[in-house]
């Protein structure tokens, strides 16, 4: 903890307002002294000021006897009146020999101190001197509470700066502690380990979420991995199991190699693109194609996805519709979201039946978009209709028809990766796939430019 860069930002941010601490000090006590000392200065010259008018009005006896009754009242200034020669005639401060203008002067006290007393020294016709003077103890008392103030202060601030930094790192050191811990636990195996959070909702709780979210993410992907290795495993065995006693049976059948060749290049054709849909859905689960990102209109790839089927659905005694009213703007890849439609599609003209009637709607509204493909085939049981977005998944009657149980998935993939959400639901009869893009659509100029 010692070595923690939380440590450290303490001790800085501690030596910072202890430096801004002194520096205040030394501020309030210069500015509290020249106002003080500002003070006494325009004090006695007031004073000086006063007894020069009483010798103007009252001669020499006026101004002796203001010395003399003002140097007996208590609290009043110190004053003296020396005559020629800097003879003391009247007053504490007579004969101190003080010259003309400011100075300050030391008078020994009674107990044997030097008393610091300022004084400005006049002169008064006749060679006379008039000294007028205040003593600077209440100043040097000002200072001395000053500095007594602002060195309690600095030990509080170095005081409160040590314990809240040792209380702060050891705060901080704990929880990135508890964060270090849930990723040893992880890289031992323990993918199930959170970091505990506080509910505090602070920089560090917020980082642990978002952290425990990307776990969540990376445990759920590797159980996805898992269940599809799983699912290879077990899909894979019957296809390649098949292939095999194809060739077999063209190896003891001579006359039937050719036909037995044909038709393990045909399953293993089947297999390829099993295992192409696989690194398709992986790469799209990745987020690689974000950077392939712009406006796309989804009444546009419905309608070139309708076109495209038409025939098909018409030989199939089928009926294809496109219902869209305008442009439906989103971000999003073009060539993924034709892949989704036309696997949406593919997946209701496969088993909707003969006669079936399939409509694709592509619409939008003031949140969002939505690309809808319904069909009245026979539908899908509701307990059964979130299963087949796994993969390899296949409904029991559907075994019999060509497909890997990948196009859903890989329509949930492409969904995911637009941020949206897809959904299937009963259209009584028949089954509704809907797609909603939970984010707004751009603006038709965002989409020209």
């Not at 003296?80 to 007053?91: D, I, K, Q, S, V």
């Not at 894979?236 to 037995?260: H, I, Y």
């Not at 890989?410 to 969904?415: G, H, N, Q, Y």
Request: net charge neutral; with cysteine.
């Amino acid at each position: 903890m010692f070595r923690s860069t939380s440590l450290r930002l303490a001790a800085v941010y501690t030596l910072m307002f202890s430096i801004a601490v002194v520096v205040l000090g030394a501020l309030t006590l210069f500015t509290t002294r020249q106002a003080l000392s500002a003070d006494v200065d325009a004090r006695i010259r007031a004073e000086s000021a006063a007894l020069v008018q009483e010798f103007r009005t009252e001669g020499l006896p006026g101004v002796l006897g203001a010395v003399r009754e003002r140097d007996r009242t208590p609290g009043a200034l110190n004053y003296g009146l020396e005559g020629p020669g800097t003879r003391a005639m009247a007053g504490r401060l007579a004969g101190a020999k003080a010259p003309l203008g400011w100075s300050v002067l030391r008078i020994a006290q009674p107990g044997g101190e030097l008393e610091p007393i300022r004084v400005y020294t006049s002169r008064l016709p006749g060679d006379l001197r008039l000294v007028v003077g205040d003593d600077l103890d209440r100043i040097e008392t000002l200072d001395g509470a000053v500095i007594r103030g602002f060195g309690w202060a600095f030990v509080g601030v170095v005081l409160l700066g040590v314990g809240g930094g040792y209380a702060f790192s050891r705060d901080i050191h704990r929880r990135l502690a508890a964060i270090s811990a849930t990723a040893e636990a992880i890289i031992d195996g323990d993918l199930g380990s959170r970091v505990p959070l506080r509910g505090s909702d602070d920089d560090l709780d917020r980082l642990a979420a978002t952290f425990n979210r990307m776990l969540d993410r990376i445990a759920a992907l590797m159980e996805t991995l898992k269940q599809v290795s799983n699912d290879i495993a077990h899909d894979m065995r019957t296809p390649l199991t098949r292939l095999r006693q194809k060739l077999e049976t063209g190896l003891a059948q001579p006359g039937e190699r050719g036909q037995a060749l044909e038709s393990a290049l045909t399953d293993l054709d089947a297999i390829l693109e099993t295992f192409a849909a696989l690194l398709r859905i992986a790469q799209i689960q990745s987020g690689a194609r974000r950077a392939a990102f712009r406006p796309t209109d989804l009444s546009a790839v419905a309608q070139t996805v309708v076109e495209a089927f038409s025939p098909s659905a018409e030989d199939a005694r089928q009926t294809l519709t496109l219902e869209a009213t305008g442009p439906v703007l989103i971000e999003g890849d073009p060539e993924l979201l034709t892949q989704m439609l036309v696997n949406l599609v593919e997946n209701a003209l496969r088993h909707a039946g003969a006669g079936s009637r399939i409509r694709v709607r592509a619409s939008s509204n003031g949140s969002g978009a939505q690309l809808t493909v319904i069909d009245n085939g026979p539908g899908v049981p509701a307990a059964e209709r979130e299963r087949l977005f796994d993969r390899f998944y296949r409904l029991e009657r559907s075994r019999s028809t060509p497909g890997s149980g990948l196009g859903l998935a890989l329509v949930s993939a492409v969904a995911e990766l637009h941020g949206a959400e897809v959904k299937l639901a009963g259209a009584n009869p028949g089954l509704e796939a809907c797609v909603t893009f939970a984010r707004p659509p751009p603006r038709a100029t965002d989409s020209r430019r």
